[in-house]
């Protein structure tokens, strides 16, 4: 079994920051790389950023020097750092991530998702 968490949504003024949290449990072998997504009412799901296990990051265009991705691969956790803040914002966010896990299966894993709201 695997579980991802996410964490630290919420409502925020237009202009604020929030940070978003997910860990990573359960029979894993190893992650490679882990994403953050976002679904907004009426809309499909889209990718926001994503983190190599080393490192490397990629943003869509819509949050590119706004959000910060970063890891702990120790500790098998993402966070999303988003700044400046504007309505369009507003969705449910997913962490999601590429693992393998013990048995060397690739799983790909999803969270359950945390809602952000940013007010206008």
């Known amino acids: 079994q695997v579980q991802l968490v996410e964490s630290g949504g919420g409502l925020v003024q237009a202009g604020g920051s929030l940070t978003l949290s997910c860990a990573a449990s359960g029979n894993i072998y190893r992650i490679n790389t882990m994403y953050w997504y976002r679904q907004a009412p009426g809309k499909q799901r889209e990718m926001v950023a994503s983190?190599?296990?080393?490192?490397?990051?990629r943003y869509a265009d819509s949050v590119q020097g706004r959000f910060i991705i970063t890891r702990h691969n120790a500790e098998k956790m993402i966070w999303l750092q988003m700044n400046d803040l504007k309505p369009e914002d507003t969705a449910v966010y997913y962490c999601?991530?590429?693992?393998?896990?013990?048995?060397?299966?690739?799983?790909?894993?999803w969270g359950q998702g945390t809602q952000v709201t940013v007010s206008s």
């Open positions: 983190i190599s296990a080393g490192g490397k990051s």
């Open positions: 999601s991530a590429q693992i393998v896990l013990q048995g060397l299966e690739d799983y790909n894993g």
